[in-house]
T-cell receptor, first 111, second 114 residues
Framework: KQEVTQIPAALSVPEGENLVLNCSFTDSAIYNLQWFRQDPGKGLTSLLLIQSSQREQTSGRLNASLDKSSGRSTLYIAASQPGDSATYLCAVCQAGTALIFGKGTTLSVSS | NAGVTQTPKFQVLKTGQSMTLQCAQDMNHEYMSWYRQDPGMGLRLIHYSVGAGITDQGEVPNGYNVSRSTTEDFPLRLLSAAPSQTSVYFC?????????????FGSGTRLTVV
């Protein structure tokens, strides 16, 4: 059974710092891995999707990498801002199933 | 293009009442699914559908029914609400080639059962 783990569960950083969020999964047979952002009381916003054949994806200050063989993905946020404060969710997509989520990393960026 | 629309946004039910959570998408996605999100538990799959007339159970299906009569709509029915069903419910959709396209989520329905 696929399990997705996100470390750390919570993270507090000062504005301007570069940071890395980690996601690991136990079964490497995935279609893709998707990173989402969730603001308190809100829905999920897709940030980046990495297909199984890709190694990384970039969008603005965000960069996500994927290493299928080791079952790991990282989300790199450059020059963090208070507006980046949210919960970040990692999810993997496998054949015949829906998305399997980690429990998220709650990020707080202080000004 | 509205994406995935969920209604209502908030609902309070009494134990034993029934209700339907609505989900509609306008992207012609074949795949639709329902999740619940609980503190400390993350998002868990309730039911999913790979197309009109086809549904299947996810990780936590008990107490919920679904049907998919059209590509656009995927309602979730609570037959007899219980306090354990207090949660935030999210509907999501995707093309079947989900490896390429990923998922789109609705804004959620916050349900409280008293």
């Amino acid at each position: 059974k696929q399990e997705v783990t996100q470390i750390p569960a919570a993270l507090s950083v000062p504005e301007g710092e570069n940071l890395v969020l980690n996601c690991s999964f136990t079964d490497s047979a995935i279609y893709n891995l998707q990173w989402f952002r969730q603001d308190p009381g809100k829905g999920l916003t897709s940030l980046l999707l990495i297909q199984s054949s890709q190694r990384e994806q970039t969008s603005g200050r965000l960069n996500a990498s994927l290493d299928k063989s080791s079952g790991r993905s990282t989300l790199y946020i450059a020059a963090s801002q208070p507006g980046d404060s949210a919960t970040y969710l990692c999810a993997v997509c496998q054949a015949g199933t829906a998305l399997i989520f980690g429990k998220g990393t709650t990020l707080s960026v202080s000004s | 293009n509205a994406g995935v629309t969920q209604t209502p946004k908030f609902q309070v039910l009494k134990t034993g009442q029934s209700m339907t959570l609505q989900c509609a998408q306008d992207m012609n996605h074949e795949y639709m699914s329902w999740y619940r999100q609980d503190p400390g538990m993350g998002l868990r799959l309730i039911h999913y559908s790979v197309g009109a007339g086809i549904t299947d159970q996810g990780e936590v299906p008990n107490g919920y029914n679904v049907s998919r009569s059209t590509t656009e709509d995927f309602p979730l029915r609570l037959l007899s609400a219980a306090p354990s069903q207090t949660s935030v419910y999210f509907c999501a959709s995707s093309y079947m080639n989900m490896g390429t396209y990923g998922y789109t989520f609705g804004s959620g329905t916050r349900l409280t059962v008293v």
